[in-house]
C-alpha cells in the first residue's frame, strides 16, 4: 500500500536552514508528483508547493519561493524539502502528500521547531 | 488566492444524529470542464489530513457512504449522517482549481 514515511522532528536556530523528507513506498515515485503542506496552529494548512519526480519540475506557493526548495531522488523513492533562513513564522508541522492536487496520500508530519 | 471560508468553528454533536459543515469560496469552483474542484479533508486528533471527498461530491476511497458532499460554484455542504465517535475532529474544505490551492480555516466536530 502507499506509504510516505516523514523524518523526526526537527529542533533549529533562528537564521538556520533544515532539511526534510518523505520516504515513499508502494507506487511508482518516478512518475508521480509530490506536494508539500504547512499547517500551524490556528488551525490553517498551506500549500508551499510540489515537484514532478519525473523531471525535478516544480511548482510553487508564490508565498514561500526563496523559502523552500523541494527536491527528489529517484533511487531512494525521497522527496526532500530545504527550508531556509527559518524564523519563528517557520515554526510548524510540515506533511509531504501524493499527488499536485486532490492529496489522498499524506506522510505523518514533521514537527519543525525554530528556538535559539 | 481564493479564500475559502468555513462554518461553523465548531460543532457539537449526539452520536447517531446528523451534522453539516459549510463552505464558501471566493469565486465560483466550477472548471469549464464541469467539475468542481472542491474537497474536504478530516484531521483526527494527533493524524494527518485525510481525504474525505474529492471534486465536490465524490467519496474518496473507504470514506463511509455516512459523508457526503454536494453545493453550487461557491457554496458547499459536507453532511455527515449518523455521527459516530471516529468521527471526531477537525473538519477542513479546500480549492484546489487554481494555483495555490488554499484550505478553509477548519470546523472542530465534537461529540455531545
Known amino acids: 500500500q502507499v506509504k510516505l514515511l516523514q523524518s523526526g522532528a526537527e529542533l533549529v536556530k533562528p537564521g538556520a536552514s533544515v532539511k526534510l523528507s518523505c520516504k515513499t513506498s508502494?507506487?511508482?515515485?518516478?512518475?508521480?508528483?509530490m506536494s508539500w503542506l504547512k499547517q500551524v496552529p490556528g488551525p490553517s494548512i498551506e500549500w508551499i508547493g510540489w515537484?514532478?519526480?519525473?523531471?525535478?519540475?516544480?511548482n510553487y506557493n508564490q508565498k514561500f519561493k526563496g523559502k523552500a526548495t523541494l527536491t527528489v531522488d529517484k533511487s531512494s523513492s525521497t522527496a526532500y524539502m530545504d527550508l531556509s533562513s527559518l524564523t519563528s513564522e517557520d515554526a510548524a508541522v510540515y506533511f509531504c502528500?501524493?499527488?499536485?492536487?486532490?492529496?489522498?496520500?499524506w506522510g505523518q508530519g514533521t514537527l519543525v521547531t525554530v528556538s535559539s | 488566492d481564493i479564500v475559502m471560508t468555513q462554518a461553523p468553528l465548531s460543532v457539537s454533536v449526539t452520536p447517531g444524529e446528523s451534522a453539516s459543515i459549510s463552505c464558501r469560496s471566493s469565486k465560483s469552483l466550477l472548471h469549464s470542464n464541469g467539475i468542481t474542484y472542491v474537497y474536504w479533508y478530516l484531521q483526527k486528533p494527533g493524524k494527518s489530513p485525510q481525504l474525505l471527498i474529492y471534486?465536490?461530491?465524490n467519496l474518496a476511497s473507504g470514506v463511509p457512504d455516512r459523508f457526503s458532499g454536494s453545493g453550487s460554484e461557491t457554496d458547499f455542504t459536507l453532511k455527515i449522517s449518523r455521527v459516530e465517535a471516529e468521527d471526531v475532529g477537525i473538519y477542513y474544505c479546500?480549492?484546489?482549481?487554481?494555483?495555490?490551492?488554499?484550505f478553509g480555516g477548519g470546523t472542530k466536530l465534537e461529540l455531545k
Open positions: 502528500a501524493r499527488g499536485p492536487i486532490g492529496f489522498a496520500y
Open positions: 471534486r465536490m461530491s
Open positions: 515537484i514532478y519526480a519525473g523531471d525535478g519540475g516544480t
Open positions: 479546500g480549492q484546489l482549481l487554481e494555483n495555490p490551492p488554499t
Open positions: 508502494g507506487f511508482t515515485f518516478s512518475t508521480s508528483y
